[in-house]
Each structure stands twice: as C-alpha cells, then as structure tokens.
T-cell receptor, first 115, second 111 residues
Framework: GAVVSQHPSRVICKSGTSVKIECRSLDFQATTMFWYRQFPKKSLMLMATSNEGSKATYEQGVEKDKFLINHASLTLSTLTVTSAHPEDSSFYIC???????????FGQGTRLTVV | DAKTTQPTSMDCAEGRAANLPCNHSTISGNEYVYWYRQIHSQGPQYIIHGLKNNETNEMASLIITEDRKSSTLILPHATLRDTAVYYCIVRPGGSQGNLIFGKGTKLSVKP
C-alpha cells in the first residue's frame, strides 16, 4: 500500500514552546490530508482537513490559531502546535489520500508530551 | 458519530481464526465497509474494504451479510502480532472525506 511518513515519532517540549509535526506521502500525491488526535484509551478524533494549496478546515472545538496546518505541496503537510500546554499532550496522527485511492493511509503517529 | 457497533474486546488463541463482528444496520446503498486496525502506539493500518461481495486479501477476509447490515472480519490464522484494536467503518464510495472512528474491538491474541 501507499506510504505515509510522519516525523518525529516522539517529542517532548516545554510549556509555551511550539512543536512542528511533518506528514509526508512518499509514493503518491496527497491532495487531501487529515490530522487526528488520540488521547489514551480513546479513539481517533479528527482535528482538521487540509487540501493542497488551500486553508485547512478545522473541526468544531479545535483552535485554528493554536494548531497551525500548512499543506503547501502535494507530498507534505505540517501541524504546528503553538504555545503548547500539558493538556496538548496526545498522540497526533495524519492520514493522506490522493483523490483516487479508495482507502486512506496513515502515518506512524507522533507522541507529544508537554512538560 | 460512528455508524457501526462492535464488541469492546475479544480474545483469540494463537493460530486460530479470529472472527470480528460489526453491525452497521443503517448502512446506505452507496456506503462501503472498511476495516482498519491500530497496534499500540502506531497509526491505523488499512486491512480491507467491501461493498456487498465478500472480499479476501493477503491479510484477511471480509464477509458481508446479504442485507449488508453486518459484516465479519476474519483473520484466518491469528498471530501475537495481530493483537490490536480493530475498527469497522462505513463510508460512501468514492468519498475522499475523513474516516470516522468508533471505539473498535480490542483483539488479544494469546499463546
């Protein structure tokens, strides 16, 4: 299947700092990428949808100024958690589709810990 | 909200077949059934999907009832590495929208 690479896999940061997470489609052009968040023992919750070259669409309750999403190319989307707080600690996962694939493919996830 | 219902957890002996049920009684005619799994601390992995015919690939088989209100994912020879949370998701065909995850079934494969 198609490959989606997410980096870093783990990151620890101090409160108040910003963290950038990258999501790359390695062997296809991702016209749409999705960002999810998953808290312990919970299911994945969609945060936002990004289409290449346009602004992301955020789900209700997700602060767009705090979770900055950039999808500047067909193979790369980034999620920046700005002014991180301990409650932002979570597992962040991206997925990507090229508009033709029946299935979406997921990155490995990023474990963010804010201390 | 997820449109599927799955048991919270199941156990399976290593080497035996794992049969994971899913109810989707409100499925529409154009909606496919997708299965993903998530091994601990990893991103979800696509397994299989189908519309109304049974499907098989190198990972699993998908059996969909004739009325399409339920389906079963079959892992023919479960291994310890198949221990994961398995998600059953319904989604319109041709949709490029996001996947809506329910709580899934925690499958524990035991030696």
């Amino acid at each position: 299947g198609a490959v989606v690479s997410q980096h870093p896999s783990r990151v620890i940061c101090k409160s108040g700092t910003s963290v950038k997470i990258e999501c790359r489609s390695l062997d296809f052009q991702a016209t749409t990428m999705f960002w999810y968040r998953q808290f312990p023992k919970k299911s994945l919750m969609l945060m936002a949808t990004s289409n290449e070259g346009s602004k992301a669409t955020y789900e209700q309750g997700v602060e767009k100024d705090k979770f900055l999403i950039n999808h500047a190319s067909l193979t790369l989307s980034t999620l920046t958690v700005t002014s991180a707080h301990p409650e932002d600690s979570s597992f962040y996962i991206c997925s990507a589709t090229d508009g033709r694939l029946a299935e979406a493919f997921f990155g490995q996830g990023t474990r963010l810990t804010v201390v | 909200d997820a449109k599927t219902t799955q048991p919270t957890s199941m156990d399976c002996a290593e080497g035996r077949a794992a049969n994971l049920p899913c109810n989707h009684s409100t499925i529409s005619g154009n909606e496919y059934v997708y299965w993903y799994r998530q091994i601990h601390s990893q991103g979800p992995q696509y397994i299989i999907h189908g519309l109304k015919n049974n499907e098989t690939n190198e990972m699993a088989s998908l059996i969909i009832t004739e009325d399409r209100k339920s389906s079963t994912l079959i892992l023919p020879h479960a291994t310890l590495r198949d221990t994961a949370v398995y998600y059953c998701i319904v989604r319109p065909g041709g949709s490029q929208g996001n996947l809506i995850f329910g709580k899934g079934t925690k499958l524990s494969v035991k030696p």
